[in-house]
């Protein structure tokens, strides 16, 4: 599997993935940070182009996974990427708990102790933080991402591209429209409307 990004995300998704799956082949794609070198810890090859990556595509492996917890920029890396001939690909931890009675878009990342409840659907791009919850009953839209700790109660309703900060708590049955951004500790007990931002600076 192709990682998007070399840094802080993309090496805790290889600790978590290469963990559990030590046998499989990872690579990374970084064309920012020149310093990383041409393979992280001495074996996994990095990518510097674009032609690089749409040789892999075509004779490795078309899977590919973007390590960056910023919603938008999640959204527009994995658009060039599927344009490259990549296929968007989840990256659910074996040291989560990740329901299968629930629904997971393409695409998807749950890192370690991560709980996943039942009937939960989550969109394609989601991204679930270490020891984040999501009850039953939940729904989260599209490359929204759950930062470690934040927890999401019962048929609760989450849009799409937002942000729910660490330790953060949305109370059941609370609908969050799209782009909304939460900070750090909220406690949501009432609907919030598109856009909004929540216990944050609205200058930010």
């Given at each position: 599997m192709l990682i998007v990004g070399s840094k802080g995300l993309g090496r805790e998704i290889l600790a978590s993935m290469h963990w559990c799956d030590?046998?499989?082949?990872?690579?990374?794609?970084?064309?920012?940070d020149k310093h990383v070198p041409d393979r992280l810890f001495g074996r996994f090859k990095i990518y510097r182009t674009y032609e690089a990556v749409r040789e892999h595509?075509?004779?490795?492996?078309?899977?590919?996974?973007?390590?960056?917890?910023n919603p938008l920029k999640r959204y527009r890396i994995n658009r060039t990427f599927k344009n490259l001939g990549g296929d968007l690909t989840s990256a659910i931890s074996r040291l989560a708990t990740a329901s299968p009675l629930s629904h997971y878009g393409d695409g998807v990342i749950i890192q370690p102790g991560a709980i996943v409840s039942a009937d939960v659907t989550l969109g394609e791009g989601c991204f679930l933080n270490c020891a984040s919850i999501v009850a039953h009953d939940v729904t989260i839209g599209d490359y929204?991402?759950?930062?470690?700790?934040?927890?999401?109660?019962?048929?609760a309703h989450i849009g799409k591209f937002c942000l729910i900060s660490t330790n953060s708590v949305?109370?059941?049955h609370v609908k969050i429209g799209n782009l909304v951004r939460i900070g750090v500790g909220v406690i949501v007990d009432h609907d919030i409307e598109d856009g909004e931002k929540v216990g944050l600076d609205p200058s930010n």
């Open positions: 030590p046998h499989d082949e990872y690579y990374f794609f970084d064309n920012v595509f075509q004779s490795i492996g078309r899977n590919f996974i973007t390590a960056r917890g929204t991402t759950i930062q470690p700790g934040a927890k999401i109660l019962g048929n949305i109370m059941p």
